[in-house]
């Protein structure tokens, strides 16, 4: 491609594309200060078997249930100590991903939802 012109957008891969990526991480963590809505990224990360982090805004509270933890959205010293306490704590990641719900739900889900609403 000639120097100056924007590469073309690569696209966004499924989420079983990424899956191995993602579930090696220990917990998926959402600081938003914004009012989220449902919280379909909650749920891909479930289906990954993480752990949450969610700040106090919108509907990601209402996700989590045991598996994660709600910190407060303005405090970055909650979302450091929480971090913290796995850290020196790994056993607790264990227990959080064992209280992952096994809904499996993922984008592509969503999307057949969203299909099957408007066919």
Same mark, same amino acid.
């Given at each position: 491609?000639?120097?100056?012109?924007?590469?073309?957008?690569?696209?966004?891969?499924?989420?079983?594309?990424?899956?191995?990526?993602?579930?090696?991480? %220990?917990?998926?963590?959402?600081?938003?200060?914004?009012?989220?809505?449902?919280?379909?990224?909650?749920?891909?990360?479930?289906a990954a078997g993480l752990p949450v982090f969610v700040s106090d805004r919108g509907a990601l509270p209402e996700r989590v249930g045991g598996a994660g933890e709600i910190l407060p959205a303005e405090d970055?010293?909650?979302?450091? %100590?929480?971090?913290?306490?796995?850290?020196?704590?790994?056993?607790?990641?264990?227990?959080?991903?064992?209280?992952?719900?096994?809904?499996?739900?993922?984008?592509?889900?969503?999307? %057949?939802?969203? %299909?099957?609403?408007?066919?």
């Amino acid at each position: 491609m000639p120097h100056g012109r924007p590469h073309p957008p690569r696209p966004y891969p499924n989420f079983a594309a990424i899956l191995g990526k993602v579930a090696a991480a %220990d917990i998926a963590a959402f600081p938003s200060r914004a009012p989220e809505s449902y919280g379909l990224v909650v749920e891909e990360a479930f289906a990954a078997g993480l752990p949450v982090f969610v700040s106090d805004r919108g509907a990601l509270p209402e996700r989590v249930g045991g598996a994660g933890e709600i910190l407060p959205a303005e405090d970055p010293s909650a979302w450091a %100590d929480a971090i913290q306490r796995l850290l020196e704590h790994p056993a607790q990641v264990a227990e959080l991903r064992a209280r992952v719900p096994n809904n499996q739900r993922t984008i592509e889900n969503a999307i %057949d939802d969203v %299909d099957a609403l408007l066919s």
